[in-house]
């Protein structure tokens, strides 16, 4: 298995400390509104790479965290600085901040599971893990690579040789671009120290701690939850590509200064959401969420093989056009699965299905093995389907023809259960059945007048010698 690093910027081979099981760690969403489709980007590669492990027979430990606090608006420089996120919109809405994060949260797992995207193992938030958050600072403090100023903590960045690793920042440069903005916390031995702890006697949410009353940065509390459920060294860790730098920056850098040991073997980033050839940045806001999309149409199948059919590194635009033809894409699979592989006559086993069978779960999970390539993975199947058609399988042929898709399913998750059924269905059954009478009754004018009419509702016929078959366009 290769998948590329962010560390090194390179595909390397994938190794697991056990290669039976895999352990990662994945940055979950900041509640304080509802996610974007952008943001899901980044979920379904972390459920991307679960479901491959498992097909490979791994187990995996998946941990996602509910960022309820800390994560402040100014996210994109060395020190974050600004509001917290919950703060503000609690705020904003003269509500509760804890009322805010909770009903995000459930709107996010709401909108996991439209994505068809499988559970964490465990949702850790934020505000439950304080007392951890606090043993890393007080270690960070005692060694030496963190100080107190003016009931802030900081990490010193200056006491972490690999600081800018990830990102490829020097501490020079961020020196030179830190000294145009305005806002300079004099208190800070460097510009690029970041808050480990913040005290703000206006937060709402606050906790004692030995250095005074505040609440934890955003980044310890990444560091603190993923060690306490994964350990000192997780195989993975993933995140949106503006979670490279400074967010995971700074994971590393407490991280393996209070353990001493690496603190993340892979890092997987997803590429950007493009709007308009740009990249996406949360403060666009113009981006659409699960539910609004679903209101207009899409399926939540629909909406994740539009993430998934790019690969994961690729940029990605944002265009309802491309949703269009994802959904278009599932519909054919769908089709081939619930109709064109339906109701197959009895015949004896073709050695080209077969043939088609083991072509197709070989080159599929080759794919899937060369850092994830889902678009390759998805022509695969495209392959499979127009070899099975050519074959015109028989019944059980057909049947083995459908398991296999299923199997590919375990990937993609977006086939439905079962073929997609309207109120008008019995209406049609009994038309094509009509056509198939005027048609043994060889009274052609009825039996086209009769397509004629179901081809303007959207129904295609598919006649061969044991009946007629339809569905819809
Ligand atoms: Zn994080």
Known sequence: MRLHNSLTGKVEEFTPADPGAVRMYHCGPTVYKRQ??????????????RRTFEMQGRSVTQIMNITDVGHLTEDDVADASGEDKLQK????RKLDPWQI??????????????????????????????????????????????????????????????YGALSGNTLSELEAGASGRVEQRSEKRHPADFALWKRDPKHLMQWD???????????????????KYLGDTLDIHTGGPDNKFPHHECEIAQSECVTGQTFVRHWIHCGWLEIGGEKMSKR???????????????????????????????PLPFDLALIDEAAKTRAKLDNFVHYEMADRPEREDDPAVATAIETAQRDFAAALEDDLNTSVALAVIHEFMTAINRADPGAADAARAVAQMREFDQIFGVLSDAPARGDDD??????????????????????????????????????SPDGTRWRRK
């Not at 701690?209 to 934890?216: A, D, H, L, T, V």
């Open 36 to 49: 974007h489709i952008g943001n899901f980007r980044a979920f379904v590669l972390a459920d991307l790479l």
């Open 284 to 314: 666009a806001g113009t981006l659409y969420t699960v539910p609004q999309l679903v209101e207009k149409g899409y399926s939540g199948a629909d909406l994740r093989l539009y993430l998934l059919r790019q690969h994961y590194r690729s």
């Open 101 to 162: 994060a909770r009903e995000e949260e459930e709107n996010f797992k709401q909108d996991l599971a439209v994505l068809g995207i499988l559970p964490a193992h465990h949702y850790p938030r934020a505000t439950e893990h304080v007392p951890e958050m606090i043993a890393m600072i007080e270690k960070l403090l005692e060694d030496g690579h963190a100080y107190e100023a003016e009931g802030n903590v900081y990490f010193d960045v200056a006491s972490f040789d690999r």
């Open 426 to 463: 019995a209406e049609i059954d009994k038309l094509v059945a009509e056509r198939d009478a005027a048609r043994e009754a060889k009274d052609w004018a009825r039996a086209d007048e009769l397509r004629d009419a179901l081809g303007e509702r959207g129904i295609e016929l598919l006649d």
């Open 89 to 92: 919109e609690a705020a904003r």
């Open 209 to 227: 701690s030995p250095f005074g009353r505040g609440f934890p940065g955003w980044h310890i509390e990444c560091s603190a939850m993923a060690r």
